[in-house]
């Protein structure tokens, strides 16, 4: 199971950090994503850290604004988001890909 967390209303230019935290198995052992999906658009990757430690990697939209983490001992995943424009508004999800395990989704909308 996922659940994220941490969504909500910002202003552009601000800043939010989302979490996934995850049960049945640990985040260490599969390579974590985030993705997200605006209204009337499909979903797709925002960022992704493997399993195996290698660095991560960032849709091209989001680079130098996101940052992925893991926390093993909390088994959770974050996703840092500094910088907010209105086009990151969104849904996002979290997933567990060597599961294709997805969570309900949090709410990020930037808007003044």
């Known amino acids: 199971q996922l659940v994220e967390s941490g969504g909500g209303l910002v202003q552009p230019g601000g800043s939010l950090r989302l979490s996934c935290v995850a049960s049945?198995?640990?985040?260490?052992?599969?390579?974590m994503r985030w993705y997200r999906q605006a209204p009337g658009k499909e979903r797709v990757l925002v960022a992704g850290?493997?399993?195996?430690?290698?660095?991560?990697t960032y849709a091209d939209s989001v680079k130098g604004r996101f940052t992925i983490s893991r926390d093993n001992a909390k088994n959770t995943v974050y996703l840092q988001m500094n910088s907010l424009k209105s086009e990151d508004t969104a849904m996002y999800y979290c997933?567990?890909?060597?599961?294709?395990?997805w969570g309900q989704g949090t709410q990020v909308t930037v808007s003044s």
């Open positions: 997933n567990a890909y060597r599961y294709d395990y």
């Open positions: 049945g198995f640990t985040v260490v052992a599969t390579g």
């Open positions: 850290i493997s399993s195996g430690g290698g660095s991560p």
